[in-house]
Nanobody
Framework: QVQLVESGGGLVQAGGSLRLSCAAS????????MGWFRQAPGKEREFVAT????????YYAHSVKGRFTISRDNAKNTVYLQMNSLKPEDTAVYYC???????????????WGQGTQVTVSS
């Protein structure tokens, strides 16, 4: 069982930056690939970024590539999402999730956090 708690969301102006954190419970954090997903009002949840168990591999949605960076610290049981050059269309609830394997599909993720709101004003 893995429990995930996101933090770091908030209100920021377009062009600004935020760093999201996701703290995981348990001793098996390094056994899981981690992902970030987001859901805007009235829209389906979408993939944002994922990172492998060791952190050696990452993958990004086209819409955030070059602006967002996913990273992890296995010693701290934490995964991060650094978000730069934010746009109003990045406004959403952001969720972190854990999966047994590197995946872009939300259905492959077994554990989810409660989400943190990110609002980007124009």
């Amino acid at each position: 069982q893995v429990q995930l708690v996101e933090s770091g969301g908030g209100l920021v102006q377009a062009g600004g930056s935020l760093r999201l954190s996701c703290a995981a419970s348990g001793r098996t954090f390094s056994s899981y690939a981690m992902g970030w997903f987001r859901q805007a009002p009235g829209k389906e949840r979408e993939f944002v970024a994922t990172i492998s168990r060791s952190g050696s591999s990452t993958y990004y949605a086209h819409s955030v590539k070059g602006r967002f960076t996913i990273s992890r610290d296995n010693a701290k049981n934490t995964v991060y999402l650094q978000m730069n050059s934010l746009k109003p269309e990045d406004t959403a609830v952001y969720y972190c999730a854990a999966a047994r394997s590197f995946s872009l599909s939300g259905s492959d993720y077994n554990y989810w956090g409660q989400g943190t709101q990110v609002t980007v004003s124009s």
